[in-house]
């Protein structure tokens, strides 16, 4: 992303996010490790990329629709996206393609990512429980409307 775009537009609260900030550091990590694959593994790279950047789109695109039961639901849609992404880690290391210490940063961003997420979970089903989701930009779009 073009770091110029990234400043002058307001940070979307998923952005502050701990767990979101490791899925988007666990994309970059995995796009630059699999620069170095071999071609014989186009298609192992293409569905570790995509895995991994499926994690963290599904956040925005679930936070954008604006609904809880929404946002919820592509929230657990990037925790399945991210498990599959460690399996293909996990056979990389086997396989000799990464290195133990490629492969132990992985797993701490990973280990990271999901348990924030599920904490994150926990908060997004208490206030659906308890009826305190604001939907993401209302505020935003009631003062656009007011003038």
Known sequence: MDERIHERRETLAYEKLKFYQDIYQIRKFIHKITKRFSTIHLRLISQMRDAARSAKQNIREGYRK????????????????????????????????????????????????????GQYLKSLYKMEREGTWKVPGAKLRKKRNLM
């Open 66 to 117: 604006g609904t809880l039961g929404e946002y919820i639901h592509s929230i657990r849609i990037s925790l399945g996206s991210l498990e599959e992404l460690s399996g293909d880690v996990e056979d990389c290391k086997d396989d000799g393609l990464i290195s133990k210490k490629e492969f132990d940063a992985f797993s701490k961003l990973f280990q990271s990512a999901t348990y924030m997420t």
